[in-house]
């Protein structure tokens, strides 16, 4: 199932390299190599990317396409591509690319083809979205639909509230949307502040229909929307997005108004499936078809490139060096675009959830670091936050910049002379060189800085970053950026050897807060005894609460 990459000869040639070339500057990699900025870049689909200031040189790369050859990693695509039960320990495909295959595809997984399943319900988000948009689909008092509420968390959540404000101004039916998420009610009573019931639509979005989360913001929703409008009300004010029909039926919502996806589908890669049915509502089918299409245009690239120019296994390679082979803890993705202010996040939970695991296919311990961690901001916020550290602190943080050359709108500059669009992305282009190239302390002294303040200016470089950039922000384009960090995330679960695509980590802390709840409000003695620790907060809780 997976090679343990740490014995193969690939292994350790790369390691031999990475002695030989781990204090290189990345001025000497440009000097000596001067033609890499062009060349060590690549297209895939409309992406643009520049992989040039990162830590390596030719032969590098070279060696670490020999490991990904080395781990099978061909073959493992192929084998997740086909329908193989890659996901072990769930016994499960995974399929999430069948999800954006065209309609005239055809992909038989255990007796099923499942991509007429698959546009079977996409025709149906499409009729439903179509008379909600059209008004032809009105609530209980006879009023259109103009907000959606999705409520779901983890995947049913991330990808959806990312898409919507990434793609907002694709807007185009009077439709605009909002998310709830957490259990803390705050969110809930934030978000039906300023709702009029008459006008809004619920979407009840959870794989398993059985999220503590979602089944209690669900069931507020629908208490608030009963007691306005009375019970009859839900049949045109709630709908379903589930792999769980029994569950939906129980919950009170008729199937008829359900949407439903496969066990095949991880919650973190589901934004493409009905999960993103609020977004289809408010860019509407042909907008959120090209969104499809954009994965789709990616998972080909992933399938067809060669191991040299193919996108996700140069950066999800890359990515591996840096945490395997400098030992870099985190990456850093900074997106020069204000709507992608959610992406980061987004992120966290599909490469986070993936690959934050310590053991391998078959049980026994991973041999390397497993799991890069996942954060950012949008830049140029970023820049007056944290960059200080990515500059001149003491941790290697690679980085992503993602930047548009198209704005979707643009302001003119305070002079009036020029965009305020430009100005975003030469602080895009600044700092990528000012990463990777610094200022040392001759160049600082040559100001005429006094000497006792040069260490202090001094930028040491060599901080690499990858610069992902596309014509401009459209449905497709985020679909193609989504489906780069999918893929980039299976290559680096390939290299670790684990099964990306469970998540066994986040249940214990499920069933203990359960656990726990009876004791908080009734002071039911737990079912096994509290640790010194946990006893004395919730007895300061409970004081508090004055229980
Ligand atoms: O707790 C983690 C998780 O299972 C995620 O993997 C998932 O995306 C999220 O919870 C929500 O699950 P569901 O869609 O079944 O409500």
């Not at 591509?81 to 995974?94: L, Q, W, Y």
């Not at 045109?236 to 439903?260: L, R």
């Not at 922000?473 to 290299?495: C, K, N, R, W």
Request: charged residues 20%.
């Amino acid at each position: 199932m997976s090679v343990d990459i740490t014995g193969t000869e690939a292994w350790k040639k790369l390691k031999d390299h990475q002695h030989r070339i781990a204090y290189r500057h990345l001025r000497d990699f440009f000097a000596d190599d001067p033609a890499r900025g062009s060349d060590l870049t690549l297209t895939a689909g409309d992406l643009y990317i520049d992989y040039s200031k990162h830590r390596v040189d030719r032969t590098t790369i070279e060696l670490l396409l020999g490991l990904a050859r080395a781990a099978e990693l061909d073959e493992r695509r192929d084998a997740m591509f086909s329908g193989e039960h890659i996901n072990t320990s769930e016994d499960r495909a995974v399929l999430h690319t069948a999800l954006r295959l065209p309609k005239d595809a055809t992909l038989v997984v255990d007796g099923q083809d499942v991509v007429a399943d698959v546009h079977e319900v996409l025709d149906r988000m499409g009729d439903f979205s179509d008379r909600v948009r059209s008004g032809h689909w009105l609530g209980a008092t006879g009023e259109k639909i103009t907000t959606v509420v999705n409520i779901g968390i983890g995947g049913s959540d991330l990808g959806p509230v990312m898409v919507y404000r990434a793609l907002r101004h694709y807007a185009d039916a009077g439709i605009s949307a909002k998310f709830v998420s957490n259990i803390d009610p705050a969110d809930m009573i934030a978000a039906l502040s300023d709702l009029d019931p008459a006008t809004t639509l619920f979407i009840v979005a959870s794989k398993t229909f059985s999220t503590l989360e979602t089944l209690t913001n669900a069931t507020a929703a629908r208490r608030w929307l009963t007691e306005r409008l009375g019970d009859a009300a839900v049949a045109q004010h709630f709908v379903a997005v589930s792999t769980n029909a029994e569950k939906v039926a129980d919950f009170g919502i008729d199937t008829e108004n359900m949407f439903g996806f496969w066990d095949w589908v991880g919650g973190r890669y589901s934004v493409d499936s009905a999960i993103g049915l609020s977004v289809m509502l408010v860019i509407g089918r042909d907008q959120f078809s090209e969104f499809l299409d954009g994965f789709h245009t990616m998972d080909r690239h992933f399938v067809t490139a060669p191991l040299e120019a193919n996108a996700p296994v140069l950066l999800g390679m890359i990515g591996f060096w840096y945490s395997t082979f400098f030992e870099a803890q985190s990456r850093a993705v900074l997106p020069y675009a204000n709507d992608m202010s959610r992406f980061p996040a987004y992120l966290q939970q599909l490469t986070m959830e993936s690959n934050g695991k310590s053991v391998k296919h078959d049980g026994t311990p991973v041999t390397v670091d497993s799991g890069e961690i996942f954060w950012g901001e949008p830049g140029t916020n970023g820049q007056h936050a944290f960059y200080q550290l990515l500059h001149q602190g003491t941790r290697l943080v690679p980085a992503d910049f993602i930047g548009f050359a198209e704005p979707i709108d643009d302001l003119p500059t305070a002079d009036g002379t020029g965009s305020m669009h430009d100005l975003l992305m030469s602080n895009f282009f600044a700092q990528t060189k000012v990463l990777a190239f610094g200022k040392n302390a001759e160049e600082i002294a040559a100001d005429g800085t006094p000497a006792d303040i040069v260490p202090h200016k001094v930028m040491p470089g060599n901080r690499p970053s990858t610069s992902i950039l596309a014509p401009k922000l459209t449905p497709s384009v985020l679909g193609q950026l989504i489906a780069l960090y999918e893929h980039q995330v299976f290559v680096e679960g390939v290299m670790f050897g684990i099964d990306s695509f469970d998540q066994w980590g986040v249940e214990l802390g499920k069933t203990q807060a359960q656990e726990l709840t009876p004791v908080l409000t009734e002071a039911e003695k737990p079912a096994t005894e509290l640790d010194s620790s946990t006893s004395a907060l919730v007895d300061w809780y409970r004081t508090q609460r004055g229980r």
